[in-house]
């Protein structure tokens, strides 16, 4: 059973995709890795809350996937491959349904 209120996961998985929703701006601003990185640990928290649940573990997928591009950009390529491995990992696991 998770852990905490459900209004308190509802609240986390709104806050963490809204810190992934413009990139771009967010890159200009140059605060495209901390943001991400806070976004990443939401979708820890929660993935690990419901292994089974497909669209906490897509969403965890696209936060890898989105800090390594951040991370490639700032030619941090042995990090970046990291996240991207990550990803893959979780996509290879959900499998064809949702990739």
């Known amino acids: 059973m998770p852990q905490g209120d459900g209004k308190e996961l509802a609240k986390q998985k709104v ?15 140059g605060e495209a890795l901390a943001a991400f990185r806070d976004s990443l640990a939401i979708r820890e928290r929660l993935a690990k809350i419901d292994t089974n649940n497909i669209q906490w573990q897509r969403g965890l997928s696209v936060s890898y996937i989105k800090t390594g591009k951040v991370l490639m950009t700032q030619d941090r390529h042995a990090e970046a491959l990291t996240a991207f491995h990550k990803s893959l990992a979780i996509r290879e696991w959900l499998g064809p349904v949702v990739n």
Request: charged content about 40%; overall charge negative; cysteine-free.
């Open 15 to 29: 806050v963490g995709g809204l810190l992934d929703v413009d990139l771009d701006e967010i890159i200009r601003r």
